[in-house]
Nanobody, 126 residues
């Protein structure tokens, strides 16, 4: 699976962005997807994950209520809608994919993911 993330940019605090991650190469439907982020000088951290049937989602406590993960299997794309952005959300955002036989599977563990996109930079100014 090849993953291409896009949608990052510069936004003021309180603003919104929607990230997209387009997948190609394999049957996207059987892959659970995740978003992670890495700020300068910090470890990569989990942001959100979604099962391949969209029936199960998970969001980090730091973004819950502000960010929403979703997917469109017909378009081979997963999205991260980010609202009420804060300067501490500034980071490179990565999408990732893991194949699973369980349509309800999600994971917050980056080591479980098999494929990663190249990242898209989100900068939130105060």
């Amino acid at each position: 699976v090849q993953l291409q993330a896009s949608g990052g940019g510069l936004v003021q605090a309180g603003g919104s962005l929607r990230l997209s991650c387009a997948a190609s190469g394999r049957t996207f439907s059987y892959y659970a997807m995740g978003w992670f982020r890495q700020a300068p000088g910090k470890e990569r951290e989990f942001v959100a994950a979604i099962s391949w049937n969209s029936g199960n989602t998970s969001h980090a406590a730091s973004v819950k209520g502000r960010f929403t993960i979703s997917r469109d299997n017909a378009k081979n794309t997963v999205y991260l809608q980010m609202n009420n952005l804060k300067p501490e959300d500034t980071a490179v955002y990565y999408c990732a994919a893991v194949r699973s036989a369980n349509y309800y599977y999600t994971t917050r563990d980056p080591n479980e993911y098999d494929y990663w996109g190249q990242g898209t930079l989100v900068t939130v100014s105060s």
